[in-house]
Structures are given as structure tokens and as C-alpha cells.
């Protein structure tokens, strides 16, 4: 008799523990994620770029020119302070590229090219709310150095646009990410420094966008992301909370076999 109480209370503390894990799994993953979420030391500008939008092309000259590497290891720095003041890129979209003159850019030896992309990159975390004032203090330094390859930002009813060269103007789209040191920001328009090219390239005019895309407004990081970060944990909390059922209900049968 004392056997078989014994026992049981054994089955029932079996019992509670994973009632307790299934409980525990079963809560929402944004309830154990504090308001600080740790933030990823640094963002994959590869992945970024070739996942979140229409950004090949820029990608494709990054990776050839090797600017990639230099961009990213900006990126990488976690200790980020004076000398390390994070990285801002500004990331044509594919549209950007398709509309100026092919042979320009073919034309381009791989010195000039590598000027072009570097000349899309500011050497400091630049958020969007950091634009207003931009546009009041004059031309911001890139990567390229030089005034040449300084991109002039306005700032107008909320719409931010950046100009450099022959580009008068080049509309920020979108904000792909923005989390300190790192901002990448969509261009409707490529930059087109006079110190890569000489003469004006010609450049199509802008088709409207069959779907435009949203105003920049806030400083968020990209929906995107934070979305497949959610859904991994999330099926991961479901795979945990299916191991703690399947190991409840053998404990279950178990506990009437006892008795
Ligand atoms: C970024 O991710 C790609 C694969 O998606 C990988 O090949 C590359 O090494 C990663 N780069 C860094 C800097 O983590
Ligand atoms: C950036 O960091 C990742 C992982 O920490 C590493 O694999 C990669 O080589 C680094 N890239 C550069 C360019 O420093
Ligand atoms: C490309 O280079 C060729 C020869 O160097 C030149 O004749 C031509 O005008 C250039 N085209 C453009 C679009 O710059
Ligand atoms: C930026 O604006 C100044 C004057 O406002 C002008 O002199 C300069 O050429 C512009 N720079 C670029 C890169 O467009």
C-alpha cells in the first residue's frame, strides 16, 4: 500500500515536470525577450543585400570591386566610438543601375568602379533621424574621400534625398536597416561622381515603380528580419512543447499502469 502511494507520487511529480516544460515552451517568444533585446553583434551585409530587396546589381559590384569586404568589416566592429563610427551604405536598387547607359559602366576600369562603391558608403552610422540636420551642415564625407565624392543630402516635408555628382538627386526610398553602427538605405538612383565619370553618363528616366514602395519614416530595423527571427523561434518553442506532450501522455499511460 505504502508501495503504491509512493509510486504514485512519483508519477504525479513525473507528470508536473513536463506540464511545467509544456507551459514554459508554450508562452509567446516575445514575452521572454526583454524590452534590450540583445542585438546581433554584427548584421551579414551579403545576406542583407541579397535578401531584402532588389539590390543584385549593387551586391554583384560590391563582391567584384571587393568593397564588400571593406564594408563589412566596418560592420563588424563592435567596439563602436570615435574611431569606430559605424557605417552607412546607400544601395541603388536594381532599377538605380538598369537606367543609366550600360556602356558607361562597362566602361568603367576597376578603379573607377571600386571609387563608385565606395563612393556609396559613409564612414559613420548615419540614422534617419540624424537627416534634418544633414541637410543644414553641408556635404557628408564617403568612403571614396575627397569633395568629388561627397553626397549632398536634402531634406524636405519629411523626404530625404541625396545628390552627389551628376546626380541631382537620388530619393531614399526605403530604410533597409538601421540599427547602430550599422544603416543601409535604399537609392531610386545611382550616384555618378564627376571624378568616375568625366562626362555625364546618360540616364533612362525613372519609370514610377509599379508598387510603390512605403515612406521612410521611422528608424526601424527592416520587417523582414525581425519577422524570420520570430517564426524560427516560434517553431522552435512548437517542436519543444511537441517533445514535452508526446513525453506527458507516455508518462500519463505510465502513471495508470501503476496503478
Ligand atoms: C554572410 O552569409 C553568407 C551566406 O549567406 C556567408 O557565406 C558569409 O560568410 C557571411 N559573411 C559574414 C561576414 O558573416
Ligand atoms: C565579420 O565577422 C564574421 C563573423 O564574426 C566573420 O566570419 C567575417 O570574416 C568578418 N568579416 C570581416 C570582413 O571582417
Ligand atoms: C567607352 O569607351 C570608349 C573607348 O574608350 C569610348 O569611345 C566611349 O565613348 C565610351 N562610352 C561611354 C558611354 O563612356
Ligand atoms: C553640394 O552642394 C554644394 C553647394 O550647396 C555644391 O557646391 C557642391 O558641388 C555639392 N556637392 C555635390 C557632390 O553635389
Not at 517568444?29 to 553583434?41: E, G, I, N, S
Not at 538627386?169 to 526605403?174: E, Q
Not at 538605405?185 to 545611382?190: E, F, H, M, N, Q
Amino acid at each position: 500500500m505504502e508501495l503504491k502511494s509512493a509510486v504514485l507520487a512519483i508519477a504525479v511529480l513525473c507528470l508536473a515536470l513536463p506540464l511545467a516544460a509544456l507551459s514554459q515552451s508554450a508562452q509567446p517568444p516575445v514575452a521572454d525577450t526583454p524590452a534590450p533585446a540583445p542585438a546581433p553583434h554584427h548584421v551579414n551585409l551579403t545576406d542583407l543585400l541579397s535578401l531584402a530587396g532588389p539590390y543584385g546589381t549593387f551586391l554583384d559590384y560590391l563582391e567584384r570591386t571587393d568593397v564588400l569586404r571593406t564594408l563589412q568589416s566596418m560592420a563588424n566592429a563592435t567596439d563602436v566610438d570615435a574611431s569606430h563610427p559605424g557605417l552607412t551604405v546607400f544601395a541603388p536598387e536594381d532599377s538605380a543601375f538598369a537606367a543609366v547607359d550600360a556602356a558607361a559602366l562597362s566602361n568603367l576600369t576597376s578603379d573607377e568602379l571600386r571609387t563608385l562603391m565606395l563612393c556609396h558608403a559613409a564612414p559613420r552610422y548615419l540614422p534617419l533621424s540624424s537627416f534634418a540636420a544633414l541637410a543644414a551642415s553641408g556635404p557628408v564625407a564617403t568612403l571614396a574621400g575627397g569633395s568629388q565624392c561627397a553626397v549632398n543630402v536634402t531634406y524636405a516635408a519629411g523626404r530625404i534625398s541625396v545628390a552627389s555628382g551628376w546626380t541631382s538627386k537620388a530619393r531614399l526610398v526605403t530604410s533597409v536597416y538601421s540599427t547602430r553602427p550599422v544603416a543601409v538605405y535604399a537609392l531610386d538612383a545611382v550616384l555618378l561622381p564627376r571624378q568616375v565619370f568625366p562626362a555625364e553618363p546618360a540616364v533612362a528616366a525613372p519609370v514610377p515603380a509599379p508598387a510603390p514602395s512605403p515612406p521612410v519614416t521611422s528608424d526601424g530595423a527592416p520587417a523582414g528580419a525581425t519577422e524570420r527571427g520570430a517564426s524560427k523561434s516560434l517553431s522552435c518553442r512548437l517542436g519543444d512543447a511537441g517533445g514535452a506532450l508526446v513525453a506527458y501522455l507516455s508518462l500519463l499511460g505510465f502513471g495508470f499502469l501503476m496503478m
